[in-house]
């Protein structure tokens, strides 16, 4: 399989300097994203996704250190590029957001409209006519009404203002958009209308998309690869299906178990006791060590470097190769139980 | 649109009768006779009567306070007991040249205070921030008399950059606003009453602005206009500032009733012949239908003043939509 790779983000850490000492919100991340695929991050709040991005967007305030031993976007070196020419060439012409809350991500003094007018002419010199077809055009793709775009921010209702964030999302062909927790704070419904409109869309443009959240339904449905973060790490990254059928992470099993599958009907659902690490000051062992119900010496020695099961399949964990045993236990309640 | 400024402007008459209807009962609750300045008790007893009679004193009280209303909407605010002018012909006169000073002053504390505000919030914490908040109260703390004081002491008797005092060089009163606007003297003038002014209230706007830019600056809608690769000064002037505008607009509505106090003060300093020197003039002097004519133009300034203030708070916020309901 030989793909054109869009993103290649390697060894990439953020750090923040606290009173209490450093926080490794981001830790060690390696990740690719190929043309035309959908890669998905799955993980609990506060596991560092949205840092990663905002990384990958130079959205984070100065006092994050951000390390990396390589980022590029389309065979651009993003590292070394200053600021001034990152925001005019990169952000929004080739990397685009489709923001955590949509309720609020719209200006609420500009018209809608305007504003993707804005992020349209920040990069392109067209007339604002031209814009403006151009935005008729993208909330078409969305399902928005072209006249709706004159309104105010408020004037939407929530699915509006999502599908508008799309609109925006799209306007100048980006080679990646993330969609950071598209469907978060949408009714049921509306999220699977969204969700619907987001396929939809995927077959007629050529955009990779990097899709967060923390639900695991959402990312299952929509992912090609998905990569699982637990404490500031990249867990484990496999195809989708692969992921589904032949987890190797305790974290990933037990993730599984936490969400009702259709096919497996009566199934308990089991959700991992603990909660997740604070990230504060440096430490040597697994991240996921406390809440793991099946954690070995060496576990508390060193992190688990990254292994590769298949050509995309990694994880990071000492027992890894026992994984079908593992698989076994996670089913059982009693496992995560016993392990606190 | 139409109905909603009626109905606003009916609030606003209900709130200038209140007025009104307070005024009348306080200058009749001052001690003190006050028609002592006018009838003389060496006069003949039947004159006394006769005098009392023509401005209507033998009346009992509620008739007298429905002349008095009927009196302010046909505009006949009486004459001056010192100058025996007509009150409306010598407020008229004052109005403007406080208007002027009072505009002048808001004009200096608003544009500075959000100016300030903008870039101290930018520049957070840096020593600039803490200068200006320091400035800003430093200024705030001292009264007005005393920074007045201050500033004629050092600019125009030291150094002679600015006359002392008055809105034109004694024997030259302009003709008209025209006139007085066109004359450099005015303006030399304008000077350091504006300043007094501008710097007492900088404060309050500077860190409100400052403190709204912040709490607009952590949000959502800003973090969007960043990754849209915007201009670092488009992300902080059309989508953060604009934003946080909003609240020092409610604020300013707010300021001009304070800025009526100062007035009062720094015109006294200056000799600057607007209301509030009239106000002290005619308090001192027991000219109680001028100062009862000052004190009801001075509400009726204020009172304008925020109806106008929710006119433009309804222009810079799209969600507020004037309505039959009113501002929702």
Request: one cysteine or more; charged letters at 20%; glycine letters at 6%.
């Amino acid at each position: 399989m030989s793909r054109n790779r869009v993103l290649r983000v390697k060894n990439l850490s953020v750090r923040y300097q606290t009173q209490k000492g450093p926080v490794h919100a981001v830790n060690d991340v390696t990740f690719d994203v190929f043309e035309n695929e959908v890669f998905g991050i799955a993980g609990e709040s506060g596991c560092g996704k949205s840092t990663l991005i905002r990384s990958l967007m130079r959205l984070l305030p100065d006092s994050a250190l951000v390390t990396a031993s390589e980022i590029t976007l389309s065979g651009q070196n993003l590292q070394s590029m200053p600021d001034k020419n990152f925001r005019e060439e990169i952000l929004w012409s080739k990397m685009s957001l489709v923001p955590q809350s949509a309720m609020n991500s719209l200006n609420p003094v500009y018209r809608v409209g305007h504003q993707v007018v804005e992020a349209i002419q920040a990069h392109r010199a067209i007339s604002k006519a031209a814009a403006r077809n151009r935005v008729a055009e993208l909330f078409d793709v969305v399902g928005l009404q072209a006249d709706l775009m004159d309104n105010y921010p408020h004037e939407f209702s929530g699915g509006m203002r999502q599908r508008a964030m799309i609109a925006m999302s799209l306007a100048l062909d980006p080679g990646l958009i993330v969609m950071d927790e598209p469907t978060t704070g949408l009714d049921v419904l509306v999220q699977e209308r969204i969700l619907r409109r987001i396929r939809e869309i995927r077959s007629q443009i050529s955009s990779s998309i990097i899709l967060i959240t923390h639900d695991i339904a959402v990312i299952a449905e929509m992912s090609d690869r998905i990569g699982v973060m637990y404490g500031g790490s990249l867990m484990e990254q496999a195809p989708a299906i692969d992921l589904f059928e032949s987890p190797c992470h305790p974290y990933t099993l037990g993730l599984k178990n936490a969400f009702p599958s259709i096919r497996n009907k009566g199934q308990e659902l089991i959700s991992i006791p603990g909660s997740p690490p604070t990230l504060i000051g440096e430490s040597s062992e697994c991240s996921f060590l406390e809440r793991c119900p099946f954690k070995a010496e060496e576990c508390s020695k060193e992190f688990p470097a990254i292994e590769k099961l298949a050509e995309f399949h990694e994880v990071r964990c000492f027992r890894h190769k026992e994984a079908p045993k593992l698989r076994e236990l996670a089913s059982n309640k009693a496992t995560w139980l016993s392990s606190n | 649109m139409l109905e909603y400024v009626l109905r606003r402007l009916l609030y606003m008459l209900i709130t200038l009768f209140a007025v009104a209807s307070i005024l009348f009962l306080l200058f009749r609750m001052l001690p003190g006779e006050a028609t002592l300045q006018v009838i003389s008790p060496a006069m003949d007893e039947a004159v006394q009567q006769r005098m009392k009679a023509a401005f209507g004193l033998d009346k009992p009280v509620w008739h007298q306070y429905l002349i008095y209303l009927k009196n302010l909407v046909s505009l006949e605010w009486g004459r001056s007991f010192v100058s025996a002018q007509e009150v409306t012909a010598i407020i008229s006169y004052r109005f403007w040249n406080t208007l002027l000073l009072m505009a002048s002053g808001l004009c200096m504390t608003l544009t500075l205070g959000i100016g300030f505000g903008i870039v101290m919030a930018w520049k957070r914490n840096s020593p600039l921030d803490v200068a200006g908040t320091v400035i800003g109260l430093i200024f705030q703390a001292a009264p007005p008399f005393i920074t007045g004081l201050l500033l004629l002491m050092i600019m125009s008797y030291r150094l002679g950059l600015f006359p002392t005092g008055g809105m034109y060089p004694p024997g030259e009163r302009p003709e008209n606003l025209i006139g007085l606007l066109l004359m450099p003297a005015f303006w030399e003038r304008i000077v350091l009453p504006t300043i007094t002014v501008g710097m007492y209230y900088l404060a309050t706007p500077m860190l409100v602005m400052r403190d709204s830019m912040l709490e607009v600056l952590g949000s959502d809608y800003i973090e969007l206009a960043r990754a849209k690769g915007l201009k670092p000064s488009t992300v902080m002037f059309r989508h953060a500032a604009r934003n946080a505008l909003l609240g020092v607009v409610t604020l300013a509505s707010i300021m001009v009733g304070f800025a009526v106090g100062g007035q009062v003060v720094v015109e006294s300093l200056f000799s600057w012949p607007g209301m509030g020197q009239l106000m002290v003039e005619s308090a001192a002097s027991h000219d109680y239908p001028v100062a009862q004519g000052t004190f009801l133009m001075l509400a009726i300034l204020v009172i304008g003043l925020n109806f106008l203030t929710d006119f433009l708070y309804s222009y810079l916020d799209p969600r507020i939509t004037v309505s039959s309901e009113g501002i929702k």
